[in-house]
């Protein structure tokens, strides 16, 4: 409905697994963003892609790697993950960057649950 | 200091009734300013920006005061389909890397 789509909507990973989280927008925007939203704290801004190029990197840890092959697709791969990441992940996407009043959509989200 | 502030609520409001709560932020610089709606187990949704005149869009009215470093969200004539939680997002600079605050409950009850 948004524009915005997330595979899977839900995953639930061992701490050794491997997975990735997929994001697709189809508006046409140039910049795309992943945040976390765990229970009872606000969203956290994690990554920001501009031009399939990051310019943020909010003091995420490396177990969390993002990849933009283009404009309109988002990953984030995961790897040896602790219970405490169990949380939203949702991703959004924007016009761009030029604007500070820039509307940003989200995704439905992907609800991780590491054991 | 949180940078963005918003009582957790939640507001029970009567339908029909108005409902006004504030957020308060703790960065003087911040350029931008919105009012998101959250559904229970869904993404935000862009409710509305928020200008320095103030403005208004049907039943809501957003307020700026840049002197105190606040924001408000004033709900008139509640419908029921209004009961979600309000997160209030501040831009801190061009780049539009959003901080979010912890949201705002409310339940409009018959």
């Known amino acids: 409905e948004t524009g915005v789509t997330q595979t899977p909507r839900h995953l639930v990973m061992g701490m050794t697994n491997k997975k990735s989280l997929k994001c697709e927008q189809h508006l046409g925007h140039n910049a795309m963003y992943w945040y976390k939203q765990s229970a009872k704290k606000p969203l956290e801004l994690m990554f920001v892609y501009n031009f399939k190029e990051q310019t943020e990197n909010n003091s995420v840890p490396s177990r969390f790697s993002p990849e933009c092959p283009n404009s309109s697709h988002l990953f984030l791969h995961l790897h040896t993950l602790q219970p405490e990441d169990s949380a939203l992940y949702l991703c959004a996407s924007s016009q761009g960057q030029s604007s500070p009043y820039n509307e940003q959509f989200f995704g439905p989200g992907t609800r991780l649950t590491v054991l | 200091r949180k940078e963005v502030e918003q009582d957790p609520g939640p507001f029970n409001v009567p339908e029909g009734a108005t409902v006004a709560f504030n957020c308060t932020y703790s960065n003087s610089a911040s350029q931008s300013f919105f009012w998101y709606r959250q559904d229970c187990r869904k993404e935000p949704k862009l409710l509305m920006s928020?200008?320095?005149s103030g403005n208004e869009d049907g039943r809501f009215t957003a307020q700026l005061n840049r002197a105190s470093q606040y924001i408000s969200l004033l709900i008139r004539d509640s419908k029921l389909s209004d009961s979600a939680t309000y997160l209030c997002v501040v831009n801190k600079a061009a780049g539009n890397k959003l901080t979010f605050g912890g949201g705002t409950r409310v339940l409009v009850k018959p």
């Open positions: 928020v200008y320095s």
